[in-house]
């Protein structure tokens, strides 16, 4: 009997991400290890996105009729990162669909050319009330379709 094969993923360069955005390590970051503990860099993906959708103005979070609910993420980890490190989220999308979008996400150590982790990320667009999907909002989709 065989077994499918199954491909460990690699560490991507910076050249396969369109925008960057800078975040600071914090010393509660650190876990018992000495590393940057898994569950922050989830937290590192929602600002990246969440602040990328607010600055280029496709995001209210307090008035919006639609919001973005995560519904997938994951991550692979190539190298570790520790506070006081700065580090670099890269952004670029995988896939524009009519209520979703799907975010490819690298974390880089500040300066570096391969990433430390690469991550995936959905939003799947919402009615801020009944929580039913909804298309994309245009402001959404201009923003996002410019990280395809």
């Known amino acids: ?3 499918p094969t199954s491909v460990r993923p690699q560490a ?18 650190n876990d018992a ?3 940057v503990n898994n569950v922050v860099y989830y937290n590192w993906f929602d600002t990246a996105v969440n602040a990328h959708l607010v600055e280029h103005g496709a995001l209210d979070i307090h008035l919006g009729d639609t919001i973005g609910l995560v519904v997938q993420s994951s991550c692979n ?3 570790a ?11 670029r999308l995988s896939r524009l669909g009519s209520s979703s979008v799907s975010y490819n996400l690298g974390v880089f150590a500040a300066g ?8 995936q990320f959905v939003h799947v667009y919402v009615d801020r009330h009944s929580r039913r999907p909804v298309s994309l909002p245009p402001a959404v989709k201009r923003v996002v379709e410019k990280l395809l």
């Open 112 to 119: 570096a050319s391969m990433t430390a982790a690469s991550g």
């Open 81 to 91: 990162l520790a506070f006081p490190q700065t580090v670099e989220i890269g952004m």
């Open 12 to 29: 991507q360069s910076r050249a396969s991400y369109l925008v960057f955005r800078t975040l600071g390590t914090r010393w509660s970051d």
């Open 77 to 79: 980890f190539f190298s």
């Open 1 to 3: 009997m065989s077994h």
């Open 33 to 35: 290890y000495g590393h």
